[in-house]
């Protein structure tokens, strides 16, 4: 199975760029309605606005008429001055407002290679399944100063992440999702070493197999590696369940509606790594994914039962729809046995975050004030926005259980995000740095850069902050 949905490839997406375009429609940014841009109008136009009663709010577009009835340009709300910062995807509103044609930004922009990239990232469409025509593209003139190159492979790993999470759990499971990490690892020379089926029993991953073991599809323990070993060594562990159905502690169909999304933290880990390894980051690269189905079945886990994990501490089973943090545990052991300068979990593992968030906005657990610091100003800085909850150690006796080492769950409803974060913190003992984030991966409704589906959150942040650390 190709992983891949058009634009296939960086060209195919380069298709959606102009190097130049003379005939190009204008497209202005347009803060209020005394803004400098709008006395540039003709009268006709600034008739047209006043008649259509157009307010400049964020996101709002406006096509404005020329004399022959035909389209002279456009216009774009921001909401204000400060949108850049408020807002730093807004020009994505753009592509799904326009009809299709060739179109340029008129208005100075503080960032024109993350508009560039908004643009495309507006103009992500999932058509795998679709049967119709998508007709002709909206393309962009290249901003001054935007390196083609660049912003097409920011958004070709976008692209990537993206298609990983919407494609449904019939057609990516954790063998696809296996080929999808052989596919980008291939294309960057990156080595891939996959633990499969028993042999996660033999090679002492007894989590992961507990987890996977009821499904028909094998579960498996995913492990790239790419740069020189004399390299910083960042490891990202990504959650790779490809579907959830609860396990015996099974959801009720409205909670399992959107599982094919519980491998979004995979999406998201391999995202990153897409972007590390194009830009050729110098970096030591480990990407680790367990990847399986928590599937129902005579032979499934059940709510009691006490697991032993790879570092030896034995866990108790509290809720087997907490599955996603005890295959990470066992990611998280073998990570840590050979000490990297940075540990980071990327997973979708708890409606906690949301109820405490919502989607857009995930949580960030580090101890690590420098990191948590860049991190978040890195997120702000290219619209991957994170936010920072605590590693609250009184919690962590919530998990405690009367018959093995831990409970991977509390009692109660309190702080679940906060818990699951403690209960992986666990696991990592010789790291430099850990970091664990709690994705969400999806996008309910429409924003700018944004369209409805998967969303590999976290992703550009984390790469942002490693571009700025370790890039030239």
Not at 254 to 261: F, I, V
Not at 313 to 327: F, K, Q, S, W
Request: aromatic fraction near 6%.
């Amino acid at each position: 199975m190709s992983t891949r949905t058009l634009p296939k490839s960086r060209r195919d997406l380069g298709e959606l760029l102009l190097e130049g375009g003379s005939e190009a429609l204008p497209i202005w940014f347009v803060a209020a309605k005394d803004d400098t841009q709008l006395q540039g109008l003709t009268e006709i136009q600034r008739n047209w606005v006043e008649a259509r009663g157009w307010s400049p709010k964020a996101g709002a577009v406006l096509l404005l008429p020329n004399e022959s009835g035909g389209i002279a340009g456009a216009l774009l709300g921001t909401g204000g001055e400060d949108w850049a910062e408020q807002s730093p995807l807004l020009p994505g509103a753009l592509p799904g407002a326009l009809p299709p044609g060739d179109y340029r930004f008129a208005s100075k922009l503080p960032d024109p290679e993350l508009a560039t990239l908004a643009w495309l990232a507006g103009c992500y469409r999932f058509g795998r399944y679709k049967t119709e025509n998508n007709g002709k593209p909206k393309r962009l003139v290249l901003p001054d100063g935007v390196e083609r190159a660049k912003v097409l492979a920011l958004a070709e790993a976008l692209y990537f992440g993206r298609d990983l999470i919407n494609i449904p759990a019939n057609d990516l499971g954790p063998a696809e999702l296996e080929a999808a990490a052989r596919e980008i690892g291939i294309e960057h020379g990156a080595s891939i070493k996959v633990t499969e089926g028993s042999s996660l029993l033999s090679d002492n991953f007894p989590m992961i197999h507990a987890v996977g073991r009821a499904s028909d599809r094998s579960p498996r323990l995913i492990d790239l590696r790419w740069g020189s070993e004399r390299a910083p060594k960042v490891t990202i562990v990504g959650k790779g369940i490809c579907f959830d159905t609860g396990g015996l502690d099974i959801k009720p169909g409205s909670a399992m509606a959107l599982m094919k999304k519980d491998m979004g933290g995979a999406a998201a880990a391999l995202t990153f790594a897409h972007l590390v390894m194009q830009s050729k980051l110098p970096l030591r690269l480990r990407v680790l994914i367990p990847a399986a189905d928590n599937s129902i079945a005579g032979n499934a886990f059940r709510p009691g039962d006490v697991l032993r994990s790879r570092n030896g501490m034995t866990v108790e089973i509290g809720n087997t729809d907490a599955e996603g943090r005890l295959v990470l545990a066992d990611a998280l052991s073998l990570a840590d046995e050979e000490r990297p300068d940075y540990l980071i979990t990327i997973a979708t593992l708890t409606g906690a975050a949301r109820v405490a968030l919502g989607p857009d906005l995930p949580p960030l657990y580090t101890n690590d004030e420098d990191l948590a610091a860049g991190l978040l100003a890195s997120g702000a800085s290219v619209g991957d926005p994170l936010w920072r909850m605590p590693l609250w150690a009184p919690y962590d006796k919530l998990i405690k259980s009367n018959i093995a080492d831990v409970n991977h769950i509390a009692e109660g409803s309190h702080a679940g995000s906060v818990i699951a974060a403690l209960f992986l913190k666990r696991f990592v003992t010789d790291a430099k740095r850990f970091a664990h984030l709690d994705i969400f991966g999806w996008v309910p409704r429409e924003q700018p850069g944004r369209p409805q589906g998967g969303e590999p959150q976290a992703a550009r942040a984390l790469f942002a902050y490693f571009r700025n650390e370790f890039g030239t």
